[in-house]
């Protein structure tokens, strides 16, 4: 199915930092039941890290939300290994447009098998880049102050952090473009 506006140039064959092959590319709504699947497949730590709640399974709404998006005002990358049916998300990363202004809220997901790769360093990287030629100015996003990996991850990516006002167990990380 060829969707309009799909940004097909954005697709990227990729190499954790053992030399493990992953592809790269826009969501579609084709992945409904693999960003399912990819979430169930997250540990409970880890899903409560990227949800900052508790989840048992995530709503029909939530996931047509994420895979519904207009390759503008929000985004998201996967990263996928397998071909075809048997194709599964190791990772995602994903901007939303903030309601007013020119910024955008980031979040990224990585399965634990596939954790401290480089699977979201290089998502995440490609994400801020395609955020910048839809010029947005700035990206930000909350992160649980228990997020060691996040946190090393967002400085690497030359973000800043400070404390949350509103909620000291937070950190807001955020970048200009």
């Known amino acids: 199915m060829t969707v309009v506006n799909y940004p097909a140039q954005w697709t990227r064959v990729a190499h ?16 409904l039941q693999r960003e399912k699947d990819f979430i169930m497949g997250l540990s409970e730590e ?13 709503s029909a709404e939530l996931l047509e939300r994420f895979v519904h998006v207009d390759y503008h005002r929000d985004m998201a990358f996967v990263a996928v290994v397998g071909e075809h049916e048997n194709e ?10 903030d309601k007013n202004g ?3 809220e ?22 801020f880049d395609y955020a910048r030629t839809q010029r947005f100015h700035k990206l930000h996003g ?3 102050v228990s997020n060691d990996r996040m946190i090393d991850l967002v ?10 006002p509103d909620d000291r167990t937070l950190l807001e990380a955020s970048r200009e473009l």
């Open 142 to 144: 909350d992160i649980m």
């Open 16 to 31: 954790t930092r053992d030399g493990i092959e992953y592809r790269i590319r826009p969501i579609l709504v084709e992945d």
């Open 155 to 164: 400085h690497w990516l030359g973000m800043k952090t400070e404390h949350s």
């Open 106 to 127: 980031f979040a990224v997901a990585v399965t634990d098998a596939w954790q401290a790769r480089g699977v979201g360093a290089t998502l995440t990287r490609l994400l």
């Open 102 to 104: 020119p910024d955008c």
């Open 88 to 97: 599964r998300i190791i990772a995602v990363a994903r901007y939303a447009a």
């Open 46 to 58: 880890s899903r409560y890290t990227r949800m900052m709640c508790a989840m048992r399974e995530p």
